[in-house]
């Protein structure tokens, strides 16, 4: 988790080391469980720019703590709770405490938490099971205004959209993701692993009718200390000092940071600015995602859906025969860091401002973004605007004739059904808002909602594949669900096609609108590998041979953070190049330098050599250089490049730093069999010591030294 502005993160260098972890085991009845992994939250502040996140880092999602445990860790006797009433143990009966409470992933929510943390004497840590939801109840951690106080409407632009005064768009949203917590707070996915501490409580916890349980007892200890404090503005500080006047540096935390994803539809020299009068169309979406526990965002409704969908629609635009002929140009943009106060959108902003981007705010006529789009219902997709900036004839004139491009383009597109709204509604949380922050753009925001979000599960655990309604035969082989197309990539390839449609009118298009087609065959190869199975052949051979250890078994977690580019962003770079880009001839070594082959330039063209597909024998690759012009720009905070820790106007989120983390779970005895033990111990020093002493004193009795031998006569 994190706040606005502070976050944790260890050393690039050392966060490798620490994505594997043991979780050691002093019981001889419990086997070992390895490789459990942590994570700790963020501490909100009172203003949105002191924000510190706490965080540990790991691979194997099997655990994930929430805030930093003590320096010395955090012990407590483990008890079981999997309804509301075994809490009154915890909160008062139980006789050991503190507790380190192992709770049931239904019973998560605030109101459980509000009564844990009013006791947080007696609560040492807790362990939360991961556990389907209710299918008809929501869990949303985040809060029910996102962003609030970063997009475009404050109490001087739009005063009566500010602070959602009009709409709450995640109703849902409880806010402990931004809750200060004073115990560490786990995530525990593997049901093994919980089932191996559910028997060490009922071996040695489970009490009778009541009664106290006999000793030993079974405990818990975390050491997940973190070394970021109070907020953002602090934690910088003492990094810049110490990076400023110490030999060996001890930085205490990490801006969020990472890259955002773009390309153009024709070719721009990047070396450059494009000329005032080169207008281009911006089709915009967010890659990121969070949930409470660190680097647990499936984000499947929040994010993949978008900018899956979006890919599909770029692969599709760029078949059009005149698509490098069109009057206007087209931007393909995929934000990172969007969840946590728009880092991306704003530093891109940032950056065209200050001419630091090959193209400026100028030259943007319209802006189409797509914001959540998987839980359609009565197959109606929502043109949101913003009508603070239509309050300008011209801008409301362009904005009238862009949502008419929209409906044109959904004509004939099967279960697409494109509905207005009421020109006084605001915008939801979008990356636009941050754009019309700085310029008044002509925009849409294409949803599944018209007011609240459909999203029941908004960045949390459960925002799984399952929320999408993505499934799978059960007796289909990995290969098998990779090419089988779901119900749910039927209905994205739809919106991608109305989409891509939309963007050729836009950009001067004329003759083959109707030729354009997204495939669904792409998405649901796309949905496949970021929310089931990142490790299959199709995302193999679309990336570098170095970058193949960035897929694993499991979805992808779309989480920034501050080691990037993440492996989300490396995958859509690589599949928006594969999707949109030409495969040539050239040789590796040409591929890897350009420079040296006649017409091929670097500034026009990223170039990239891949695995490619496999041969017909399917026995090994056929790698193959593709050239296109996806590339990455920099997603890091303007704040941080500005020194403003405090910033109002920007994000400031960072990430703690960490040197050990570890936990093990073990028996303890009574305090009464402590306090013998030390008894004994005690006495049998002073025993020692008055033993020690005796001796030494009687050492000239006790120990005769022997003569000088004499000399012998015969």
């Known amino acids: 988790m994190a706040t606005a502005g502070g976050g944790s993160g260890a050393h690039p260098g050392s966060r490798g080391l620490l994505r594997l972890l043991s979780f050691s085991v002093v019981l001889a009845e419990v086997p070992p469980l390895l490789a459990w992994t942590f994570f700790v939250p963020s501490t909100r502040q009172q203003k949105q720019g002191d924000k510190v996140r706490i965080v540990t880092c790991g691979s194997f999602n099997l655990i994930h703590s929430i805030l930093a445990a003590s320096i010395n860790g955090d012990t407590g006797v483990i008890h079981v709770v999997e309804k509301e009433e075994d809490l009154q143990w915890v909160l008062a009966d139980g006789p050991n405490p503190p507790y380190m409470v192992l709770l049931d992933g239904k019973l998560f929510n605030r109101d459980i938490m509000e009564k844990l943390k009013g006791r947080t004497s007696r609560i040492a840590g807790l362990a939360v099971t991961f556990s389907k939801p209710n299918s008809t109840i929501g869990f949303s951690p985040s809060m029910q205004c996102p962003n609030d106080g970063f997009g475009v409407y404050s109490n001087s632009y739009g005063p009566e959209f500010a602070h959602c005064k009009e709409t709450l768009w995640n109703s849902l949203g409880n806010g402990l993701a931004y809750e200060d917590f004073s115990f560490p707070i786990f995530l525990l996915e593997d049901e093994n692993e919980t089932k191996i501490i559910k028997q060490c409580y009922q071996d040695h916890n489970l009490s009778e009718n009541g009664s106290a349980p006999n000793f030993p007892l079974c405990a818990m200890q975390l050491f997940s200390h973190m070394h970021a404090v109070i907020s953002t503005a602090t934690c910088m500080r003492r990094s810049f000092i110490q990076s400023t006047f110490s030999i060996n540096p001890e930085i205490v935390c990490d801006p969020l940071s990472d890259y955002n994803v773009w390309s153009m539809l024709k070719p721009i020299n990047t070396s450059g600015t494009l000329e005032p009068d080169d207008r281009v169309v911006v089709a915009a979406t967010r890659l990121d995602s969070r949930s409470f526990f660190w680097n647990v965002a499936p984000g499947a409704e929040s994010a993949v859906a978008s900018f899956v969908t979006q890919l599909a629609a770029a692969e599709a635009l760029q078949k059009a025969p005149d698509a490098t002929t069109l009057p206007r140009n087209v931007m393909f943009v995929f934000f990172q860091g969007e969840t946590f106060d728009y880092i991306g959108s704003s530093r891109m902003v940032y950056d065209m401002e200050k001419g630091k981007f090959p193209m400026r705010l100028e030259n943007i006529d319209y802006f189409v973004e797509l914001g959540q789009v998987a839980l359609r219902s009565s197959l109606d997709l929502w043109m949101h605007t913003d009508p603070m900036s239509q309050k300008n004839e011209s801008v409301q004139s362009q904005v009238e004739d862009l949502l008419a491009t929209l409906e044109r383009s959904s004509a004939g597109v099967p279960d697409v059904i494109l509905r207005k709204l009421n020109q006084s509604q605001a915008l939801p949380p979008s990356s636009l808002q941050r754009f019309l922050r700085a310029r008044n753009i002509s925009g849409v925001v294409l949803a599944d909602h018209a007011r609240s979000f459909h999203n029941r599960y908004y960045e949390s655990i459960y925002d799984t594949a399952e929320n999408i309604n993505v499934t799978y035969p059960e007796m289909h082989s990995p290969e098998e669900d990779l090419n089988f197309v779901t119900d749910t990539a039927k209905a994205l390839a739809n919106v991608a096609t109305v989409l891509g449609r939309a963007l050729y009118e836009l950009a001067g298009g004329t003759n083959y609108s109707h030729t354009i087609q997204a495939d669904p065959k792409t998405v649901t190869r796309l949905l496949y590998g970021f929310l089931v199975k990142a490790n299959n052949s199709w995302f193999q051979s679309i990336l570098r041979q170095d970058l193949r250890s960035y897929l694993g078994d499991g979805p992808l977690q779309h989480y920034i953070a501050v080691s990037s580019p993440t492996n989300t962003t490396y995958v ?60 990455l720009v920099r997603a890091l905070s303007p704040a941080f490049e500005l020194s403003q820790w405090s910033s109002t106007e920007y994000s400031t989120w960072t990430e703690s730093r960490w040197k050990d983390i570890r936990a093990r779970i073990f028996l303890i005895a009574s305090k009464e069999l402590e306090f013998i033990t030390l008894m004994v111990g005690f006495g049998i020093l002073i025993f020692s010591l008055i033993v020690t002493y005796c001796i030494n004193a009687k050492a000239e009795v006790l120990f005769i030294v022997p003569r000088e031998p004499g000399a012998v006569s015969y």
Do not use: F, H, I
């Open 572 to 631: 859509v770079q690589y599949a928006l190049a594969n999707l949109t880009g030409k495969v040539t001839n050239l040789t590796r070594e040409q591929c890897q330098d350009p420079s040296k082959v006649p017409n091929e330039n670097k500034d026009l063209y990223e170039y990239s050599w891949v695995q490619g597909p496999l041969n017909s024998n399917e026995t090994e690759r056929l790698p193959r250089c593709v050239r296109s012009t996806a590339r």
